[in-house]
């Protein structure tokens, strides 16, 4: 493991517990602040080729993020396990890639919020479909069988060809809606 970046967002709590833990590892880390969000990647890695941007305006996250550079899942494992033994997390990690490294931090943050909220959603809707097998069709009128197993099938669909946000999210809650609008049977 080569470098660590670090934010931590609105979870400003969680650092110094972090920095203990990755002192403990002798880990080459580098805390963020929201002045650097609109610097690239790579100068905040420290790799060459990379100056700073002048006058970059500060922003702000509200998410934390550790940016691993070259990084086994074996370390990062172990990062997770003795942040875990001290009593925290940090839920959203990536590595450096050729892609990412040209972005903004700003940017990275926010493709990293965007896909967390996507993997989310197909949770909830994978709960929704294993939660269905629960139910047995003739306790319910037709008639709401009906709309329920037409969402159950859109969800499904859009879970396995990996749709848009958008169309996860209507996915969602159609399915959601179905499932409060069975009526029972008689």
């Not at 037709?142 to 709309?147: C, G, L, Q, V, Y």
């Amino acid at each position: 493991m080569k470098r660590i970046l670090i934010y931590f967002g609105d979870e400003q709590q969680k650092q110094p517990i972090v920095e203990q833990v990755l002192k403990d590892m002798h880990a080459d880390y580098r805390i963020l602040q929201d002045a650097d969000l609109n610097q690239h990647v790579a100068n905040l890695m420290g790799l060459p080729g990379f100056d700073e941007i002048p006058d970059a305006k500060p922003a702000h996250h509200s998410i934390d993020l550790m940016l691993f550079e070259d990084a086994s899942d074996e370390e990062i494992q172990k990062v997770n396990e003795c942040l875990q033994a001290k009593g925290t997390a940090m839920q959203r990690k990536a590595m450096l890639t050729k892609h990412n490294k040209d972005w903004t931090f700003h940017d990275l943050l926010s493709e990293i919020e965007r896909e967390h909220t996507y993997f989310q959603t197909m949770d909830a809707i994978r709960t929704l479909l294993v939660q269905s097998s629960e139910l047995v069709i003739e306790a319910y009128t037709p008639a709401s069988w009906k709309s329920y197993e037409q969402a159950f099938y859109q969800a499904y669909e859009c879970m396995n060809r990996e749709c848009s946000m958008e169309e996860l999210n209507g996915a969602y809650e159609a399915l959601s809606s179905a499932k409060k609008q069975l009526e029972p049977a008689g």
